[in-house]
């Protein structure tokens, strides 16, 4: 498991892509600079991990594209000490982006081998999360709410209402909402029952499935 000074110049390579496609937040570019993520992939994937796209992972899952945790990560707008839950750790590549934020993170998967492969993982390389979970994100995290922000990984159909309620006054969730493809839709908590919401285009997550418990 090492990191040479080539793949620190591959993802070098790889914030000047992101920066080239709009991405602007310094905090968010640092982060993804710092994380080696061909240690997240499948040693077969390694020449890949520093291009710009989503790749397989366990359990039929994907590690995202590096644009989109950027874009969804800069959505958040985390303030070093925010608390944030997760909805999907998948290959633990975002949870490590939240955590360089500065970000107190809980994570929650559905998927037991990824849980048991990630929790394992990202301690041994420096990330501890306050919790990882395995469970139903649909259901969020309500003994440790309300968080600042909360980030969903997967395709949502709809929008679960105990993520909402979950949120702080001011807290952000940032969602791709849709079927086959989704829109990414950020909703800003401004009052007890008053949430703002903004829409951001189309990507394409695997599915946020439930009940799998």
Known sequence: ?????????????LV???????????SVLKAIGKIPRHLFMDSGFIDYAYQDKAFPIAADQTISQPYTVAFQSELLQVQPGDT???????SGYQTAVLLELGAKVYSIER???????TSKFLPKIGY????FIFGDGYKGLPVEAPFQSIIVTAGAPYVPNPLL????IGGRLVIPVGDDVQVMTLFIRKGPKDFE???FGDFRFVPMLEDKN
């Open 1 to 13: 498991m090492k990191d040479t000074f080539k793949h620190q110049g591959m993802r070098q390579q």
């Open 16 to 26: 000047e892509t992101l920066i080239n496609k709009g991405i602007k937040d310094k």
């Open 84 to 90: 944030v839950l997760e909805i999907g750790t998948g």
């Open 111 to 117: 998927q037991h081998e990824l849980f048991k492969k």
């Open 128 to 131: 501890r999360a306050k919790k």
């Open 165 to 168: 309620s979950q949120l702080a």
């Open 197 to 199: 919401k903004h829409e």
